[in-house]
């Protein structure tokens, strides 16, 4: 158990649709990450957050937007959904969010299911 | 451009053994760290090891090993007597100050154990 929680754990909705995935991060890590991961594209970095201020963007679409609060939790909105945003969506967190040395612990995931 | 390659798509080896999963990186920055993940079946993502790039030694961590060779930029990870349970998807990971310290994945290798 990496101390990083994300729900839900399992996702199904329709094309159209509107999600909100959540993430606590570890006890006294300031910086989440959120990250996407499918068959076609591997691991995928969508936005990094550091004690609730964006900090580095990735390939996150427009219709894709996150945020992280005072109590550092964070959350990640999906709208307009589309079949091609099925997939396994990764919570990250680490202590510093910056150095090369700074380890991610990742969550268990939320996987997305688009109809 | 950073990058990370993992040439192995997939590979077995008998219970008990010793396997290497192979990574090779490209990146012109002189600081960077290197990680591997485990992905079982499951779907989490599990950090094994870390390797800074200016470490004298090759990180240790149980079972796991990284062979880290900074000329040849390769960071092969070993795992020691196999088990059953090591069957799983392992990840290789660079992060650098390029891009601001974003943390790119390769493709991945997965690993079979055979009893």
């Known amino acids: 158990d990496s101390g990083v929680t994300q729900t839900p754990k399992h996702l199904i909705t329709a094309t159209g649709q509107r999600v909100t995935l959540r993430c606590s991060p570890r006890?006294?890590?300031?910086?989440v990450y959120w990250y996407q991961q499918s068959l076609d594209q591997g691991l995928q970095f969508l936005i990094q957050?550091?004690?609730?201020?964006?900090?580095a963007k990735g390939n996150i679409l427009e219709r894709f937007s996150a945020q992280q609060f005072p109590d550092l939790h964070s959350e990640l909105n999906l709208s307009s959904l589309e079949l091609g945003d099925s997939a396994l969506y990764f919570c990250?967190?680490?202590?510093?969010?910056?150095?090369?040395?700074?380890?991610?612990?990742f969550g268990p995931g939320t996987r997305l299911t688009v109809l | 451009a950073q990058k990370i390659t993992q040439t192995q798509p997939g590979m077995f080896v008998q219970e008990k053994e010793a396997v290497t999963l192979d990574c090779t990186y490209d990146?012109?920055?002189?600081?960077?760290?290197l990680f591997w993940y485990k992905q079982p079946s499951s779907g989490e993502m599990i950090f094994l090891i870390y390797q800074g790039s200016y470490d004298q030694q090759n990180a240790t961590e149980g079972r796991y090993s990284l062979n880290f060779q900074k000329a040849r930029k390769s960071a092969n990870l070993v795992i020691s007597a196999s088990q059953l349970g090591d069957s799983a998807m392992y990840f290789c990971?660079?992060?650098?100050?390029?891009?601001?310290?974003?943390?790119?994945f390769g493709a991945g290798t997965r690993l079979f154990v055979k009893a």
């Open positions: 990971a660079m992060r650098g100050d390029t891009g601001g310290f974003k943390t790119i």
């Open positions: 006890s006294g890590d300031l910086s």
């Open positions: 957050y550091y004690n609730g201020e964006e900090r």
């Open positions: 990146t012109s920055d002189p600081s960077y760290g």
């Open positions: 990250a967190s680490s202590v510093l969010g910056t150095g090369y040395a700074d380890t991610q612990y």
